[in-house]
């Protein structure tokens, strides 16, 4: 095709996701059609350097080869057989899992929101079933700035008003309190209390990091109170800071990890919380599940996600490759950035106003190869594929360079 049959084809296709798709997302205007590690083509044949890596979902890159192989080999056998009969890879993905997590047991389910869903049903369980808490009484504590996903539980205790105005009634049972203060925390704990849910770092709130020491004294807070610690680790869990999990920094461990994300292999959503048998322990059959949930295809994939995070090599990666980006980063503080915040190899990098909106350095940056997302008005959030070779990085901050400098 001639160069404006090209054009004319990536019109066409984002004309007819705007006729047809729902406007619940503003994508930039690329057309992506192949990827390959840590890049992806669009149809006119343009490349780009995915720094986006969906939202860390393709850890591993695109199409990996040995997460290409697993699910390749797995579609040849058997795809799907719900949970109301065995088959032979939940199983053995499961044992895998508890074994990376040092936790007993896996509830499986598919994306991240249902993650989080999970974790809520089984703390108030365990809530009622363990700790004496009264009927429907079961408080959460959650904090502000908080992304757990888009269920009408989930917003009902967001304070982003774009996430959460205008979708209620909302559900009950949560507190609200400041992220990164550990004394307000524990302050808003009492009898009812069941558990404390937080991101270890707040991914959509722009790669936020708690003062050190915030993730140690909640562990402690909980332990003391005899209230649940749930990581939702769907976004910074599975290497992304250098770590196996982002409460590895700190050496805690929560009772309850919710996985998804990069989990899947960027081919198939899975999801999943992991604990110990006395707390997971309190579900018992039709009491929650997931059609989708535990299948073979997903737990074919995870089994191998999970094998390749067991070497250490990818966690190895994201650190050594994390202190090359935040250098890189320090060096365009004061140049049309005013802060960054750099944990393992995912960074939130806020945009002077004078040079522009994150969304206007996201698509100046998509004009010169480099895909980026921006969050919350003035922050570009960088999370590449942990695949990805230092002298990329070192490309891509040329390209940002350029655009700052206008
Ligand atoms: C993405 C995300 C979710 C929601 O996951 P989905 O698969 O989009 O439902 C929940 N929590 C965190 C921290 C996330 O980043």
Redesign the pocket.
């Known amino acids: 095709m001639t160069e404006t049959a090209l054009e004319t084809a990536t019109a066409d296709i984002i004309g007819a996701e705007e006729q047809h798709v729902a406007h619940n997302y503003h994508p930039l205007p690329v057309v992506v059609s192949r990827g390959e590690g840590s890049w992806v083509t669009d149809i006119e044949g343009r490349r780009y350097l995915d720094l986006l890596s969906a939202?860390?979902?393709l850890n591993f890159g695109h199409r990996h080869p040995a997460l290409v192989a697993a699910a390749t080999e797995q579609l040849g056998r058997l795809t799907l057989t719900s949970r109301a009969f065995h088959n032979d890879k939940l199983g053995s993905f499961a044992a895998a899992l508890s074994d990376l997590s040092g936790k007993d047991m896996v509830l499986p389910m598919?994306?991240?929101?249902?993650?989080?869903e999970t974790g809520i049903k089984v703390a108030r369980a365990w809530a009622y079933r363990v700790k004496g808490v009264a009927p429907d009484a079961a408080r959460i504590i959650v904090a502000a700035g908080?992304?757990?996903?888009?269920?009408t539980t989930?917003v009902g205790f967001s304070d982003d008003p774009q996430a959460r105005d205008g979708f209620g009634p909302y559900a009950g049972g949560f507190t609200m309190v400041p992220y990164g203060d550990a004394a307000a925390l524990e302050a808003a704990i009492d009898e009812n209390t069941a558990a404390v849910l937080i991101?270890p770092i707040?991914?959509?709130g722009g790669v936020i990091i708690p003062p050190d020491g915030y993730l140690r004294a909640v562990r402690e807070a909980c332990t003391a109170n005899n209230v649940l610690f749930i990581a939702?680790?769907?976004?910074?869990g599975l290497g992304r800071v250098g770590t196996t999990f982002a409460c590895d920094r700190e050496g805690v461990v929560p009772d309850l990890y919710?996985l998804?994300?990069a989990l899947g292999g960027g081919i198939i959503?899975l999801?999943a919380v992991v604990g110990d048998r006395d707390v997971l322990g309190v579900i018992h059959p039709g009491e929650h599940g997931s059609t989708f949930g535990g299948n073979p295809l997903a737990a074919a994939v995870g089994t191998t996600v999970v094998e390749m995070l067991a070497s250490g090599e990818f966690q190895q990666r994201a650190l050594a490759l994390g202190e090359h980006l935040q250098a890189q980063l320090e060096s365009l503080i004061g140049s049309g950035v005013t802060a960054i915040r750099v944990a393992g190899l995912w960074a939130g990098v806020d945009i002077d106003p004078a040079v522009g909106t994150g969304r206007e350095v996201a698509e100046k940056l998509l004009a010169r190869g480099v895909l980026v997302k921006d969050t919350h008005g003035q922050t570009i959030r960088m999370a590449p594929p942990l695949v990805i070779r230092s002298t990329e990085i070192d490309w891509a901050i040329e390209q940002l360079k350029v655009v700052l400098a206008g």
Request: hydrophobic residues 25%; aromatic residues 6%.
């Open positions: 939202y860390s979902a598919n994306t991240g929101a249902e993650a989080v908080n992304f757990h996903g888009r269920t989930i991101e707040q991914g959509e939702d680790e769907i976004q910074s919710l998804g994300k959503p999801s």
